[in-house]
């Protein structure tokens, strides 16, 4: 029965954080090209990074294949599985375990491609794992520019349902299975010593650049402001400062063209165009 509610639990987290209920197991279209060879003028491969529960394809069907038409590499990986959704649901880990997959990733494409750094963008679990990697994993001096959406920094209320997520995880031998099947999901859930790492001294480190963008009508990551950096040297973007006709909740910035635009000018500020508001409304 306790195993019976956290796996409801975890599946509705996974439902809910990572897969837009667009996405499909859509073939990578021109990214994860392990022949591809960096262009003088985008010299940094970019690394995409998915939310939880997310994998190399659900997020990024959108997203990657932009990139890789503004002339980048592009890879992405599935990071963290664990028994409940093996490689077709990741980020269930310890963020601090998938914070090592993710610099073994990282380095795999600093050889195949030659380059000396790389760009890490992601969403979700994707901008909180990766900032712990920058921090404490070493990326910080193998990353340039670190661009999140549907940023989560400082966990989550889960709109309201935190309190009751944290009661079912403390339930007697609930813990214990909870760390094997989603450990990611109780270092998200407030205080924990995850967050309170990542927090000690500023999330960011110096080094890499470091972009953050959130919505207002964000209802996953709640507040929305768990996603602000605040901090020297961090840029922070509100869409709706940006677009006003922009009403993206969380999952839904996955295939945002706002976003999509803000990532190209976060990479590349001298060159990229300037983002254009487009209305754009799926509140999920």
Known sequence: MRARILTTLV??????????????????????????EPSASH?????????????????????APKLKD?????YSLTYGSTVLGGQLFGGLASMRKSAVELGAFV??????????????????EGTTMPAYYLKF??????????VGFGSNFKGTSLNGFSELAKAVLSLPGIDLLADGVCGACREYLAPSAFLDDLARG??????????????????????YTSGVLDEPGTTDIVLQDRCGADVSGHLSQAIDPNVTSLILKALDPEGAPAPKCVPFFAPL
């Open 202 to 223: 500023g999330v960011s480190v110096p080094g890499p650049m470091y972009t953050s963008i959130v919505s207002r009508h964000d209802r996953v990551v709640t507040p």
């Open 137 to 146: 994993e070493g990326g910080a001096e193998k990353v340039k520019h670190f």
């Open 43 to 63: 010299p940094e491969p970019v690394v995409l990074v998915h939310g939880l529960g997310g994998n190399a394809t659900t997020n990024w069907f959108h997203h």
């Open 11 to 36: 599946a509705a987290l996974t439902f809910t954080i990572a897969v837009p209920a667009v996405a499909s197991a859509a073939p990578s279209s021109g990214w994860n090209d392990w022949s591809c």
């Open 70 to 74: 503004a002339g980048y590499c592009v």
């Open 107 to 124: 380095d795999r494409v600093r050889t195949s491609t030659g380059a000396d750094k790389v760009d890490i963008v992601g969403h979700s």
